[in-house]
């Protein structure tokens, strides 16, 4: 653009049309939807203007100044930025109650590396949830970094789709791993972090000489911690992560956090210049909104809001002849076996996808189908609450979801599509987002 400074001025509809028109639909397919997709949220409009703030043109390798004032960055100019970033960890730890935080991490995947990266050595053994049993890709799957780097050892669930907590245990006494995770991406009920702790501690009074870390990934269920809805990991779990954009309802990224103080500063060198480069300041901006937010009173009441639709949706579910893994729920997403239905999680998805029903295929314990095909559905309510559905509405999309997957194969389909679109189209006029 050579001198030109006009590109300044001109508004993004102005300097680029095609950019603009994709955002403006993605913009009417979020309103027109409903959201379903449990790892996903709607942010408040704050949040989206601390995100797309001028913060973006900074970079602020480093640290904001220390306990004792001393200057950790690796770039002048910072001042505001370390304002900005020191409310963000105050917030946060407050939240959850916390001694020690880190909130540079640009998602969940690179918050969980850098943990492995300050206390794992590669070959060594980590113990995580399997894939199927609801786990997360970073908790040892075999496609990741944290499936070929380490001795990736997997638990499960019980027959009853329930923790297998005696496997954990079993699991670390034959294994000696270095880290245990404990979370998942997919897993309906409440976990029992205390109980973890327990089987550590009788560990590690048998191998006074081996130290396993006790890492939680909260990621799904942060909000909840902070709203009363889940026992939170402090002060059990040595560290825990969490994303910040599902039930926390921030912007994308992630946090970690802890207690001890050498650990912090292990994670605070695996980060940077471990892991990553500069943080994204303009997203750790709106963390430290979100935080703000979920600190008012009115976050619980949310929270409370999001189980309720939840356990309500579960149990019309079931009514309606749908089996769901665990048999119910007891936080803000179920996982629905489509076997007795006699359809692939991949078809159901679509299928709900073309009424403006977004949803996930999703693997169920031992599942025949695999990955890409499935016989899993996953849903998650912390959209639709964000957006003021209540339980009577949940109950009404667990009708539409019904209604459009049974009888796909009609010769009335169509029919039947249109209809339940405009009941989707009546119930997201009803509750506006922006």
């Given at each position: 653009m050579g001198n030109n400074t006009s590109f300044f001025k001109s508004g993004l509809k102005a300097q680029d049309k095609v950019v603009a028109g994709f955002i403006e639909q993605e913009f009417q397919r979020q309103k027109d939807g409903i959201e379903l997709i449990a790892s996903e949220n709607i942010v408040s409009k704050a949040v989206l203007e601390a995100t797309g703030s001028i913060l973006t043109n900074k970079y602020a390798e480093g640290l904001p100044p220390g306990p004792n004032g001393e200057y950790r960055r690796y770039y002048q100019g910072c001042e505001f930025i370390d304002k900005i970033e020191t409310l963000c960890i105050e917030r946060v730890k407050k939240l959850f109650k916390c001694k020690h935080a880190n909130v540079q991490p640009h998602s969940g995947a690179s918050a969980n590396l850098a943990v492995m990266f300050a206390f794992v050595k590669p070959g060594d053994t980590i113990v995580g949830m399997s894939l199927d049993a609801g786990g997360h890709l970073t908790h040892g799957a075999a496609p990741t970094i944290s499936g070929k780097w380490f001795n990736a050892v997997q638990y499960g669930l019980t027959d009853e789709g329930l923790l297998n907590y005696e496997e954990i245990e079993k699991l670390v006494f034959q294994h000696k791993p270095t880290l245990l995770i404990i979370g998942a991406s997919a897993y309906p009920r409440e976990i029992n972090f205390k109980k973890i702790r327990e089987i550590l501690d009788r560990y590690h009074a048998k191998n006074t000489k081996h130290k396993c870390i006790y890492m939680v990934d909260i990621a799904h269920i942060a909000g909840l911690v902070v709203g009363g809805q889940h026992m939170s990991p402090f002060p059990y779990a040595d560290v825990v992560t969490t994303t910040t954009h599902k039930t926390l309802r921030g912007t994308r990224g992630a946090v970690i956090m802890c207690n001890d103080e050498d650990y912090i500063k292990q994670i605070n060198r695996s980060v940077f210049p471990g892991c990553q480069g500069g943080p994204l300041e303009h997203a750790i901006a709106g963390k430290a909104v979100a935080f703000g937010e979920a600190l008012k009173p009115e976050f619980k009441q949310y929270i409370k809001q999001v189980v309720l639709n939840c356990k309500a949706m579960a149990k019309r579910l079931l009514e309606l002849g749908y089996k769901l893994v665990s048999g119910g729920t007891d936080n803000h997403l179920l996982l629905v076996d489509l076997t007795p239905k006699g359809i692939t999680g991949k078809d159901a998805d679509k299928l709900l996808q073309d009424v403006n029903i977004t949803t996930n295929k999703n693997t169920i314990p031992n599942d025949p189908l695999g990955p890409k095909i499935t016989s899993g559905l996953r849903l998650?309510?912390?959209?639709?609450?964000?957006?003021?559905?209540?339980?009577?509405?949940?109950?009404?999309?667990?009708?539409?979801?019904?209604?459009t997957l049974i009888n796909k194969d009609k010769s009335n389909y169509a029919k039947i599509k249109a209809e339940v679109k405009k009941e989707i189209k009546a119930l997201t006029t009803k509750y506006p987002i922006y």
């Open positions: 998650g309510t912390a959209a639709i609450t964000t957006r003021g559905f209540k339980e009577k509405d949940a109950i009404k999309v667990a009708e539409l979801i019904d209604k």
